[in-house]
């Protein structure tokens, strides 16, 4: 068996808390880690996907997480992979490769087409990743509007 295993959240238990609470910082310095409430929405999400890396020679500790949205559109079935997070003391060991994998494969079930996420510059290691593993960069730009 591998040590990394990746398996769907469905549900939430202190573990899922916990790693929440240790990977959110990691990845976001300007978002507090999700509530047991918020969590809870989304695994009971029809069309969210929290997939999580579960380090099984480690107690079975959570070292990375990853969502996979999808949605209808008159166009399709659209995918998107958001929040990836892999622990410091994880990374290096395929942890990212192995959320995206998987993410595309459910995205292919789900009847996705493509699938699309976004990246910082900044992130060079996630990038490499992405590259790696076919993403291709879009011509496009992204805008942003602020709710409040």
Excluded: C, H, K
Excluded at 25 to 54: D, F, G, K, Y
């Amino acid at each position: 068996m591998p040590a990394i295993e990746i398996i769907e959240a469905t549900e939430v238990t202190p573990a899922l808390v916990e790693a929440f609470a240790r990977l959110i910082p990691q990845l976001s310095s300007s978002n507090p880690p999700p509530s047991v409430a918020q969590l809870s929405a989304i695994v009971a999400s029809e069309t969210t996907l929290l997939l999580l890396a579960v380090d099984r020679d480690a107690d079975d500790r959570i070292v990375g997480s990853l969502t996979l949205v999808w949605f209808r559109i008159p166009t399709g079935v659209r995918a998107w992979i958001e929040d990836v997070v892999v622990d410091g003391d994880a990374r290096g060991r395929g942890v990212g490769e192995q959320l995206n994998r998987q993410a595309l494969f459910l995205a292919r079930v789900l009847g996705a087409r493509t699938v699309d996420l976004t990246s910082r510059p900044s992130r060079e290691a996630a990038n490499r990743l992405y590259r790696r593993l076919g993403f291709e960069a879009r011509d496009t730009t992204v805008y942003r509007y602020l709710l409040g």
